[in-house]
């Protein structure tokens, strides 16, 4: 029965791998945010340190989704 | 965690730094309740850090500050407006609060750092200790302040009147979702970060004369590790105050 065990711990490493690509996309919000709140920035410098705060809110938001693939990644590694 | 990247003839073990065991000048042995381990170790040189660098920095108080009167100075300014910026008026009453949980992450991702150091913080269990902690108050004092009016951060009145069920439901998961994301994000960066920074050293250690390139990735990697160390602090910290604002002024 190794050949069950084998394939086991194959689906975890792919499903673990599978599910960092959410990563990804959480790159992408935070790369919007941060993007966004620079041509802001540029357009009106004024303005701009108000507004840290919220675009780090943004950020940690954008970035919540991103954790949760990490976390579904840790359970299939840690977990099973 | 351990032994789980080990192979392919490069002896690259990036997760055995995250170990938690008793030092071997604490006496060794297995983990009891009782034993000094390395995180034990390490949170306590942090907790001395941040009362040292607090003591001694404020003990003069010049006119003119010294250096160590600066930083906290500078530290003690930045969290105070933070939190009167984001959770207002009412929330300076929870500042030595907050104030503490920044020096402590922004201390222990600090000093995890250090060569041969261990990092408290990239460790769930410490940061969903933390989490979990402001979670659980953050929903007591908003019902405390607010009663059932806490209830209207979920019933969002300016949504058209179909849609708010639908909502109740997105921001019922979206609460009960923010201790796993407010830890997972602190102690996931630091591992990654601290791992990252591991592979490329045993990179070095096995391309003999051509480890000078993994050396240098290391020195490129190592300032931006330190710029998530601090961000990180302060993102935790800001969430904190923005959960805070909502449990003071669940209004939307």
Do not use: D, E, L, V
């Given at each position: 029965m190794a050949v069950e065990g084998d394939l086991v711990a194959m689906g975890q490493f792919i499903g673990a791998g599978l599910a960092c690509t959410g990563m990804g996309g959480a790159a992408v919000g935070v790369g919007h945010v941060v993007g966004n709140y620079l041509s802001g920035a540029l357009r009106n410098p004024a303005a701009a340190a108000g507004q840290t705060a919220t675009m780090f809110i943004g950020i940690a938001f954008a970035e919540a989704l991103g954790i949760f693939s990490f976390l579904v990644a840790l359970l299939l590694m840690f977990a099973l | 965690m351990a032994g789980e990247a080990t192979g392919g003839g490069l002896n690259i073990d990036p997760m055995s730094q995250f170990v938690v065991k008793v030092p071997s000048w604490l006496g060794g042995g297995n983990v009891e309740w009782y034993s000094i381990t390395n995180v034990t170790l390490w949170m306590g040189l942090t907790v001395l850090a941040i009362a040292g660098l607090l003591i001694f920095g404020t003990r003069r108080r010049a006119i003119v500050p010294n250096r160590s009167q600066s930083i906290a100075e500078v530290i003690y300014g930045f969290i105070h407006s933070m939190v009167e910026d984001i959770a207002g008026k009412e929330g300076l009453k929870f500042f030595p609060y907050i104030f503490t949980i920044f020096m402590f992450i922004l201390v222990a991702n600090v000093l995890g750092l250090l060569p041969m150091s261990f990092t408290t913080t990239s460790h769930i269990a410490v940061t969903a200790l933390m989490a979990v902690a402001i979670f659980i108050a953050v929903t007591i004092l908003g019902f405390v302040k607010n009663g059932t009016k806490f209830l209207s951060l979920f019933w969002?009145?300016?949504?058209?009147l179909p849609l708010r069920p639908i909502l109740a439901i997105i921001e019922l998961i979206s609460y009960f979702v923010r201790p796993i994301s407010h830890s997972i994000r602190l102690a996931g960066n630091m591992m990654a970060g601290h791992a990252l920074v591991k592979v490329f050293a045993g990179f070095a250690g096995a391309l003999g004369i051509f480890g000078v390139f993994p050396v240098l990735a290391v020195a490129i990697l190592y300032p931006l590790e330190t710029l998530v160390a601090v961000i990180q602090a302060y993102v935790f910290t800001i969430l904190t105050c923005v959960y805070l604002n909502d449990a003071l002024h669940p209004h939307h």
């Open positions: - | 969002i009145s300016s949504a058209p």
